[in-house]
Nanobody, 124 residues
Framework: QVQLVESGGGLVQPGGSVRLSCAAAGRTFASYTMAWFRQAPGMEREFVAQISRSGGLTSYGDSVRGRFTISRDNGKNMVYLQMNILHAEETAVYYC?????????????????WGQGTQVTVSS
C-alpha cells in the first residue's frame, strides 16, 4: 500500500508555470510507476504524464507534450510535475497516481493508488 499527497496547486495566470509535488508514504516508492492525471469540471479524468520506476522512461498526453515535465526523486519518495505555458482550459484537479506494474499504461483503471488531488486554476 502507498499513500499519496499532492501539493503545489493554486491560481496561475495564462502562460504561467507551476510545479506540483506528490509525496508518497508506505511501501517502497521505487517499486511504483507513477503518473499524473487531471479532471476538469464536467469532464472525464484524463492522462497527463507517467514515469517509470527508475525515472528513465516518461510519456505525456498529446496536449501537454513539450510543456510539461514529470520527474521523480526516489530518495525523497517524491514525484513532480512541472507545468509551463498553462492555458485556461487546463484548469482542473490534478491527481497523482501509482501502480505496481511496469511503465506503459495511460488508463486510470490500471492505477491502484490515488492522492486526493490538488486544484490548479489558470485565470487572469
Amino acid at each position: 500500500q502507498v499513500q499519496l499527497v499532492e501539493s503545489g496547486g493554486g491560481l496561475v495566470q495564462p502562460g504561467g508555470s507551476v510545479r506540483l509535488s506528490c509525496a508518497a508514504a508506505g511501501r517502497t516508492f521505487a517499486s511504483y510507476t507513477m503518473a499524473w492525471f487531471r479532471q476538469a469540471p464536467g469532464m472525464e479524468r484524463e492522462f497527463v504524464a507517467q514515469i517509470s520506476r527508475s525515472g528513465g522512461l516518461t510519456s505525456y498526453g498529446d496536449s501537454v507534450r513539450g510543456r510539461f515535465t514529470i520527474s521523480r526523486d526516489n530518495g525523497k519518495n517524491m514525484v513532480y510535475l512541472q507545468m509551463n505555458i498553462l492555458h485556461a482550459e487546463e484548469t482542473a484537479v490534478y491527481y497523482c497516481a501509482a501502480r505496481s506494474a511496469l511503465f506503459g499504461s495511460r488508463n486510470q483503471a490500471d492505477y491502484d493508488h490515488w492522492g486526493q488531488g490538488t486544484q490548479v486554476t489558470v485565470s487572469s
